[in-house]
């Protein structure tokens, strides 16, 4: 069956610019996750969402940074005003339940900002 | 100390050869560990998961000690296909939330 899909693969923006991040889930899975991987760093959290709900926040590293997640399935990440230090891989992940599954990781997205 | 702490190699084994990486976590009140592999470029996936009992799966095998708050994978019989970066995983109690170690890279070399 089909996996996590993001997209763009691949964005290159502008200093100052906001762009939006999509993220398909595996369909009927509750539980998705946004990470964030700088070049050879391992994997940061930036948020979770169960069902539309996003009880932890926590790792959203600024105000410039929001997601949502509609209908229980796509998620967006909207990074608003650039910096060069967002450019990074975005990772999605979604996992059939939040405890204790094994996540299905999307093929990412990675964003470079000149 | 951090969360999840492992040695960023990267090892580099002969074909053939036996090699273990040791995870370290800081929460004594987790309960569900993971291995995951990423090949270079690549995204993550589910290598195994650790149970208390430890578990095997061919050449693979990972074990829990609580008491030491570590986890750990064994490969033996390396393959050249088992080259990539080893990441130990673990979730947060109480939270849905998962903590990634920075990796360990393996090489293994023909």
């Known amino acids: 069956g089909a996996g996590v899909s993001q997209s763009p693969s691949n964005k290159v923006t502008e200093k100052g610019k906001d762009v939006e991040l999509r993220c398909d889930p595996i369909?009927?899975?509750?539980?998705l996750y946004w990470y964030r991987q700088s070049l050879g760093q391992g994997l940061e959290f930036l948020i979770y969402?169960?069902?539309?709900?996003?009880?932890?926040k926590s790792g959203l590293p600024s105000d410039r940074f929001s997601a949502e997640r509609t209908g229980g399935s796509v998620s967006t990440l909207t990074i608003q005003r650039t910096q060069q230090e967002d450019s990074a891989v975005y990772l999605c992940a979604s996992s059939l339940t939040g405890t204790n599954n094994e996540q299905f990781f999307g093929p990412g997205t990675r964003l470079t900002v000149l | 100390r951090k969360e999840v702490e492992q040695d960023p190699g990267p090892f580099n084994v002969p074909e053939g050869a036996t090699v273990a990486f040791n995870c370290t976590y800081s929460n004594s009140a987790s309960q569900s560990f993971f291995w995951y592999r990423q090949d270079c470029r690549k995204e993550p996936k589910l290598l195994m998961s650790v149970y208390s009992s430890g578990n095997e799966d061919g050449r693979f095998t990972a074990q829990l000690n609580r008491a030491s708050q570590y986890i750990s994978l064994l490969i033996r019989d390396s393959k050249l296909s088992d080259s990539a970066t080893y990441l130990c995983?673990?979730?947060?109690?109480?939270?849905?939330?998962?903590?990634f170690g920075t990796g360990t890279r393996l090489k293994v070399l023909a």
């Open positions: 969402f169960q069902g539309n709900s996003a009880p932890d």
């Open positions: 995983v673990y979730q947060d109690p109480g939270t849905y939330k998962y903590i």
């Open positions: 369909s009927g899975h509750t539980a």
